[in-house]
């Protein structure tokens, strides 16, 4: 049974550029989250998608969007990257009706870095 | 506002030493607490989940427990190994916020042989 899986894992772009990040959910899943984790911090929540909308957004500007797919897979799209975004980008998937409930799962992440 | 916080950030032990890592937290509103372990560069390993209405939660050689009343949860790992080397993060599920996770900075633990 696949767990959550994301690619690619390692990214480098520079300024300005526009960046698209995968992740599929673990089988069963219906719910996909992405999270920003600087190094030496805290992974903080970007946004939620469930039924191919976002249902949840934290403190992230409009240059970061998401997508999800018919088959729950998700993309998250960062525009006119910054320096600034350089991190691990991680997604996690649940079940929606019972996510409140249940251990996140997350994936390996995919590491961004900005020249 | 919800925030989290985890002290030590560091914590350096050497092996077969029993020990103790933090987390609190400012809002008691919440469905549970996650510990989860990180490696270097990797995702998230999830290791235990302790609901609010629980007091503590035992896989192996760890230990959780939670009170939520004071906003704190406490890690405890037996018998330290130098496989317990990692980042070990707490994350709270607050309510009316969906699915959201709100972490702590992490606990970098280096387990000496």
């Known amino acids: 049974d696949a767990g959550v899986t994301q690619s690619p894992t390692h990214l480098i772009k520079t300024r300005g550029q526009q960046v698209t990040l995968r992740c599929s959910p673990k089988?069963?899943?219906?719910?996909v989250s992405w999270y920003q984790q600087a190094l030496g911090q805290g992974p903080q929540f970007i946004f939620q998608y469930y039924e191919e909308e976002e249902r949840q957004r934290g403190n992230f500007p409009d240059r970061f969007s998401g997508h999800q797919f018919p088959n729950y897979s998700s993309e998250l799209n960062v525009n006119a990257l910054l320096l600034g975004d350089s991190a691990l980008y991680l997604c996690?998937?649940?079940?929606?009706?019972?996510?409140?409930?249940?251990?996140?799962?997350f994936g390996d992440g995919t590491r961004l870095s900005i020249l | 506002k919800q925030e989290v916080t985890q002290i030590p950030a560091a914590l350096s032990v050497p092996e077969g030493e029993n020990l103790v890592l933090n987390c609190s937290f400012t809002?008691?509103?919440?469905?549970?607490l996650q510990w989860f372990r990180q490696d270097p560069g990797k995702g998230l390993t999830s290791l235990l989940l302790i609901q609010s209405s629980q007091r503590e939660q035992t896989s192996g050689r760890l230990n959780a427990s939670l009170d939520k009343s004071s906003g704190r949860s406490t890690l405890y790992i037996a018998a330290s190994q130098p496989g317990d080397s990692a980042t070990y993060l707490c994350a709270v599920r607050p309510y009316n916020q969906g699915g959201k996770l709100i972490f702590g900075q992490g606990t970098e633990l280096s387990v000496k042989p």
């Open positions: 089988s069963g899943h219906d719910t």
């Open positions: 809002d008691s509103a919440i469905y549970n």
């Open positions: 996690a998937s649940s079940q929606w009706d019972r996510q409140v409930y249940q251990p996140q799962h």
